[in-house]
């Protein structure tokens, strides 16, 4: 494997690092759905589908009501989770091919630093499980992007679609009216350990559960080091899989199933925790890399309350369901301030007593006031960006659409020349344009996103690049 320079920065930063002791320093564990809607959740509202050990975590935790991703698609999504940054500035989000595929030849840029590289300046130990998408060649992995370890599918698993002879459905026939009929072998995507295939295709009835069975493995190893866990689940993302266990359980058909399992494997993870003895040293948050795929018809989930879903800079779409967990730290509260994942990399690093780098544009805020003593916290907007190019800003209540689409073809692109304006405190739904009657909050959110978006500097677009086309 190749020893980039910024490895050997992290080198030098290990011998100067002395901010904690060992055992003072705080675990992190990002949990990550795909494709959840905010309203799949019992705590969030939905009458079906019931996810005990999450409510559990949102009754004793944090549930954040006004919480966004950076982008309303997989990759950009999580490159701005794992760098703290806007997906434009580092070449992650595209008008040409939105996500990564099987068939891109290219991933998160070296020179990007991601939250298990600045966690290693401080000693912490790193491990990731499930989805990255961030680039499946190697020098793009996981394991070449700061974490020790990594067990997961690298990609969507819809990708590699290899299907029976006996189907002969369009994709979205697939999701929509035949969805239960589907084999696990019939999508070939690999499952690797570190940088090899082990398993291909991978049997996805039991993925979830083998996530599970890695993460408390690697939790119970490093349970005396500082540790960063991120385990980003494949699901609800179609196809659904579930194991015999799950299978008809939930009121809410397949995708209840599906997200009701995935309730019960992160209880387990809060239970190994607690017989551990972590929780009280352990922050855990789980949230999802954008809304749902309502294309899918009843193979996707529900965005609430929120108009439309993944792909779209409507609400449904970027802003998620919540949860912040840290029992004997964070104290019962519904926070309806604003937060995005990019501020968990300067949350973290705050936490863990580490600089944040000096050479780069960082979008994320330390929200560890608000988190631990339940002030006023600093983020004040939210930036929506698709493709390349600014959609949508929300500052304080406000929310302004400068360009609106649907998700993945349905309506057409437009260009307003009067922005839309929604109170999205009072109007989540964004039902009520209200810009003729708020013409002067219409022009301050017109000046902040020109300043804002004409300083932005945009690395060259990497999920252009190709082997072959599809």
């Not at 939905?46 to 009501?65: F, R, Y």
């Not at 794992?82 to 595209?94: C, E, F, Q």
């Amino acid at each position: 494997m190749r020893l980039h320079l910024k490895h050997l920065l992290l080198i030098v930063a290990l011998v100067h690092v002395n901010v904690y002791s060992q055992q003072e320093r705080m675990n992190f564990i990002v949990i990550f759905a795909d494709d959840l809607g905010y309203g799949d959740l019992s705590c969030f509202g939905n009458p079906s589908i019931v996810t005990p050990n999450l409510d559990q975590m949102a009754a004793e935790g944090q549930k954040w009501t006004n919480f966004y991703v950076g982008a309303a698609v997989c990759t950009p999504s999580r490159a701005a989770l794992m760098t703290g940054r806007l997906p434009v500035r580092n070449g992650m989000m595209s008008a040409i091919n939105r996500v990564l595929y099987p068939y891109s030849t290219m991933g998160l840029p070296e020179s990007e630093i991601t939250i298990a590289e600045q966690l290693k300046k401080a000693g912490y130990t790193t491990g990731m499980v499930g989805k990255w998408h961030l680039g499946h060649k190697e020098q793009y992995l996981p394991t070449s992007n700061g974490f020790d370890t990594y067990y997961g599918i690298p990609y969507s698993n819809d990708m590699n679609m290899v299907l029976n002879s006996d189907h002969h459905y369009g994709y979205w026939e697939l999701w929509t009216k035949y969805y239960r009929e589907l084999q696990t072998e019939e999508f070939h995507v690999p499952l690797m350990k570190d940088t090899k295939i082990i398993e291909q295709p991978a049997n996805q009835h039991t993925i979830s559960e083998r996530y599970t069975d890695t993460s408390i493995r690697f939790i119970k190893e490093n349970k005396d080091r500082p540790f960063f866990l991120y385990i980003a689940h494949n699901f609800p993302h179609v196809p659904l899989f579930t194991n015999d266990r799950f299978k008809d359980r939930s009121k809410g058909g397949l995708y209840g199933d599906v997200v009701e399992e995935l309730d019960f494997q992160i209880g387990r993870i809060i239970d190994t925790l607690k017989a551990e003895n972590l929780d009280q040293n352990t922050l855990v948050v789980f949230t999802s890399d954008n809304g749902p795929w309502l294309q899918t018809e009843i193979s996707g989930g529900t965005a609430g309350p929120l108009k439309d879903g993944k792909g779209t800079t409507w609400e449904g779409g970027m802003r998620e369901p919540t949860i912040f967990w840290a029992p004997g730290h964070i104290k019962p509260a519904v926070i309806t301030q604003l937060g995005t994942t990019m501020d968990l990399f300067t949350t973290f690093s705050k936490i863990a007593g580490i600089a944040l780098p000096n050479d780069r544009e960082l979008d994320g805020y330390d929200l560890s006031e608000v988190l631990f003593k339940r002030k006023k916290g600093p983020r004040n907007e939210v930036l929506y960006y698709r493709e390349q190019e600014l959609y949508a800003v929300r500052i304080g209540a406000f929310k302004a659409h400068f360009i609106t689409k649907g998700g993945y073809g349905n309506g057409e692109k437009v260009y307003h020349k009067n922005p839309l304006l929604f109170n999205v405190d009072q109007d989540p739904g964004e039902r009520f344009n209200i810009a003729e009657q708020h013409p002067d909050i219409v022009a301050q959110i017109t000046r902040f996103a020109i300043q804002f978006d004409g300083k932005l500097s945009r690395m060259p677009d990497v999920l252009q690049h190709i082997e072959r086309a599809k």
